[in-house]
């Protein structure tokens, strides 16, 4: 049986980090491990990720083993967690941890995680923001004032000159300070010493201090601000709300839905102390707690509705923490809500659980079940089937996003690269999910009716903004991304970097390789350092040739001769590509260029011998394809020639010797090495051989590297491919292979089973 490999985050990054040890330490001790195989993982306060050895976990403190982790634990980066676990359970707190920043990291990422999303996170570690949101959902909270840092160091400067009309009438001004301001504000509000200071974003009472007159006031204000070293912040400056302290737990009923609050707490400050601090809620037998409270059933469901109604308001899931006061005159004041709870061995969440006969283990088990269930990830424990089993034992299929369209010039043909890949994903492997990119390049689920239109435009025309589908959805919906876009951002890293950022793994090369092999010059200026043969080139960029087209013009001249080939930098698809023989054919081709929003052209030689264009297949264990000859009828091959079925002409294998073809594909395969290349793409270059060749030798004269190369059904990559016995739908399923063991993934045969909840228009294939 697959274990489910729960992940569980401890240290982090904000002052709360030795608290989160205890919790981390806690969850790992009790994770039911018929279950879960547990991964305990560390974040130093740099940020940096590790795999905690278990010799450490026990430790008492973070300093006894963090000058050993360099040496004795496993470094991890963010985007390693994909393939190393299936869920997180977060036992961080503080900032980094409970204000939505690993919120979002772990749903870029598209690793399920315990508790609140980003919105509801980052809402409960905001205290002044969450009270203005309680506020408007008629939740009590104390009164009080916002004190910002810009105040707080500038306390007994002027704060502005006031105009006073006096009774002569004449006018005159008068001085008031910060200190003064924010007195009249507090009188404004009704709020009368002792005061409470805190921060506006941190927890576990770390900077709280208690004010009885205008001496302590700055001095706590300070300290207050500054709670986080590094990082000034907000304070808030609140009354000290009088009677009974409590905190009370909700957790989730998975199977309904509904918040199930716990047997509050009452809490007890010890003699001498005027407020729960950081000594008393994490030392042991420090203040005092009845469990639950010392109070009737009716302030009991008081409590409890207004912790449902906090919970609901501020929009926590799962788990809350929320502590409050309940006033002598029956109120319930709410002071602190958490969207997450500590969880050291004696926390409020263990506490209260206990009541209700739930054991630690119980507690974390349903946390995680709850979480799992939102996510369709894992049935109950009670018949322990794990991620990655069935009751049939049937492997579940690769849900496979298939994006096309896009904005770029080769949109059309991402078109027609989209809808083939689609038809050729094996049904029995796979779910695909064919997705349009609008021109605003945002993603749409496509019916049989929109993947069989002919072009964008009308499939732009079909779409709607009701079934629009977030980039951050994707995790969601999908295992794997095929890329059918060429041009644009689709092949120029962009669509790269965000498919990195949301964690799932792509066909085709990483960001850096896509993003460089766009620009044709940087790749032909670095391959040329590298040693490998590319053609002359020129760089014009759009202000150098409105400045001075007749030096640009001899320039050319000089360098490069009549006739040569300009082109954009950074197009495929042979756009527009010209032969350029006279001084009117170099206007009238940068006029064109520039006047399609391109800042650069690019000018090269032209080159003689025979027009090859090569497939590569493979990550580090690369295999050129036997090579095919371009045949163009107009000396440039144009994209009519590439895509129009009957037009143009692609000899495979190329009319080349044996010996030949093996230097072609020995050096193809050395380019796409040191372009650091991924999955497939097409290389485009010339061959000549020792006598059409300027240096008197064999040599390979090195175009462009297509990252995406067209997946169109007369592509010459299957051409290519049939030579060596792979299929289409072989080499479809190579390609996706290789995108899920360059980017660590899981492979589709421990791939989650999952439901896909997605619009009917969706292809069913």
Not at 147 to 172: G, M, T, W
Not at 240 to 253: H, L, R, Y
Not at 671 to 697: H, M, N, P, V, W
Request: charged share 25%; proline share 5%.
């Amino acid at each position: 049986m697959n274990k489910i490999r729960v992940g569980v985050l401890m240290g982090g990054k904000s002052i709360e980090k030795e608290v989160s040890f205890n919790s981390g330490r806690t969850v790992c001790d009790h994770l039911d491990t018929s279950v879960y195989q547990v991964v305990p993982l560390f974040q130093r306060v740099d940020g940096t990720l590790f795999i905690l050895p278990w010799k450490f976990l026990h430790r008492g403190k973070i300093s006894d083993f963090e000058s050993r982790l360099e040496a004795e634990a496993t470094l991890l980066a963010w985007d390693d967690l994909k393939k190393l676990i299936d869920f997180m359970y977060i036992a961080t707190h503080g900032r980094f941890a409970e204000d939505g920043t690993l919120q979002g990291m772990l749903t870029v990422l598209g690793i399920p995680y315990l508790g609140s999303k980003v919105l509801a996170s980052a809402l409960g570690m905001d205290k002044l923001m969450q009270k203005q949101v309680l506020a408007a959902h008629g939740v009590e909270v104390p009164r009080g004032i916002a004190v910002y840092p810009e105040e707080i160091h500038n306390f007994d400067s002027p704060r502005a000159l006031i105009p006073v009309q006096l009774c002569e009438q004449k006018e005159s001004t008068t001085v008031t300070t910060h200190k003064e301001t924010i007195l009249k504000r507090l009188a404004a509000e009704g709020v009368t010493y002792p005061l409470i200071i805190k921060p506006y974003k941190e927890g576990s009472s770390l900077g709280v201090s208690i004010v009885h007159n205008e001496e302590e006031l700055y001095p706590a204000l300070l300290s207050a601000c500054t709670a986080c070293p590094g990082k000034e912040q907000t304070v808030l400056v609140e009354e000290k709300v009088p009677g009974m302290e409590f905190s009370c737990i909700t957790i989730t009923d998975h199977r309904t839905g509904e918040f199930m609050p716990l047997p509050p707490t009452e809490i007890i400050s010890e003699e001498g102390r005027e407020f729960f601090d950081y000594e008393q809620k994490y030392m042991p037998g420090r203040a005092t707690k009845f469990t639950p409270a010392r109070v009737s059933q009716e302030i009991i469901d008081k409590m409890h509705a207004a912790c449902i109604a906090t919970t609901k308001a501020l929009g926590f899931s799962n788990i809350s923490r929320v502590d409050g006061f309940v006033t002598p005159d029956g109120r319930i004041v709410i002071i602190d809500p958490n969207s997450l709870s500590g969880m050291a061995p004696s926390s409020f969440l263990f506490r209260e659980a206990a009541e209700v006969n739930m054991s630690h283990t119980n507690v974390i088990n349903h946390l995680i079940e709850t979480e799992l269930a939102h996510k369709s990830m894992a049935t109950m424990k009670n018949n322990h089937m794990a991620l990655g089993s069935t009751a049939t034992n049937t492997a579940p299929k690769l849900r496979v996003a298939v994006l096309l369209g896009g904005r770029s010039n080769e949109k059309e043909i991402s078109l027609e690269s989209g809808r083939n890949v689609v038809y050729k994903l094996s049904p029995e492997k796979y779910e695909a999910l064919p997705i349009f990119v609008n021109k605003d390049l945002e993603l749409f689920p496509m019916t049989h009716s929109m993947l069989v239109r002919n072009s964008t435009k009308e499939i732009e025309q079909l779409v709607t903004k009701g079934s629009i589908i977030p980039w951050n959805s994707l995790p969601e919906i999908a295992d794997f991304v095929f890329l059918g876009l060429h041009g644009g951002e689709g092949e120029d890293g962009s669509i790269q970097g965000t498919l990195e950022m949301l964690g799932l793994p792509y066909n085709g090369s990483s960001v850096l390789t896509s993003a460089l092999c766009m620009d044709k010059y940087k790749t032909g200026q670095l391959l040329k350092h590298l040693g490998f043969d590319v053609p002359a080139q020129l760089l014009i960029a759009k202000d150098e040739w409105l400045a001075n087209p007749d030096g640009i013009i001899k320039q050319v001249e000089e360098q490069l001769s009549y006739p040569c080939i300009m082109k954009p930098h950074d197009d495929g698809c042979s756009v527009m590509v010209k032969k350029i023989t006279s001084a009117e054919d170099l206007h009238d081709g940068f006029t064109e260029i520039f006047a399609n929003n391109k800042t650069y052209a690019l000018l090269e030689e032209l080159l003689t011998g025979m027009e090859l264009t090569v497939g590569v297949l493979g990550n580090r264990d690369v295999q050129a394809f036997p090579p095919s000859q371009a045949v163009a009828a107009g000396g440039i091959l144009s994209i009519l020639e590439k895509f129009l079925p009957g037009a143009g002409e692609n000899r495979t294998p190329a009319p080349i010797s044996s010996k030949a073809t093996l230097f072609v594909q020995r050096t193809i395969e050395a380019i796409f090495k040191a372009l650091d290349g991924r999955g497939y793409a097409r290389i485009d270059c010339f061959y000549q051989t020792a006598e059409e060749s300027r240096t008197g030798k064999e040599r390979l004269v090195f175009l462009e590297l297509n990252s995406l190369p067209g997946l169109t059904p007369a592509t010459c990559l299957f051409h290519q491919a049939a030579e060596v016995n792979i299929r289409p739908m072989e080499l479809i399923d190579r390609i996706i292979e290789l995108g899920l063991e360059e980017h660590g993934t899981r492979t589709r045969e421990n791939v989650q089973a999952t439901p896909v909840k997605r619009s009917e228009q969706h292809v069913q294939l």
